[in-house]
């Protein structure tokens, strides 16, 4: 499958990881290590998903769902969001996320949760 997906992570390794595994699956990703990072981004990339992290610096996961909410895009992303933060899943149903993965994740278990995602679109 194909698709754009940007990844949304602090940790630059565990970006750098991800983004890799995406490309060798076919996938265009871009990576942001900030929230406004990420903001650039999806004006300039359009992704058809966000991996996102929701404890980051300066902006955290809600305050960057809320600002992508202002964007005003014509298609909006799929959120899935990804987290070792004990209230993950809440703060996944409270931004209406489309997904949820609690770290550390699976990498198959990812793969299929942007595919699925992506096949409803």
């Known amino acids: 499958m194909t698709g754009k997906v940007l ?3 602090d940790d630059d390794s565990l970006r750098d990881v991800v983004c890799t595994v995406l490309e ?3 996938y265009v990703v871009f990576g942001a290590g900030t929230g406004q990072a990420a903001l650039d981004q999806v004006e300039k990339n359009t992704p058809e998903v966000i991996l996102l992290d ?3 610096p300066q902006m ?11 964007l005003k895009l014509e298609a909006r992303p799929k959120v899935i969001v990804l987290t070792a933060d004990t209230r993950g899943r809440q703060i996944a149903d409270d931004i209406g996320a489309s ?15 942007i595919e699925q995602i992506l096949a409803q679109a």
Request: hydrophobic letters at 50%; charged letters at 25%; proline letters at 6%.
């Open 54 to 56: 929701v404890s980051f």
């Open 99 to 113: 997904g949820y993965m609690e770290k550390p994740f699976s990498i198959p278990a990812l793969l299929q949760q």
């Open 60 to 70: 955290d996961g809600a305050a960057f769902f809320a600002e992508l909410e202002r």
């Open 24 to 26: 060798m699956e076919g």
């Open 7 to 9: 990844v949304v992570e």
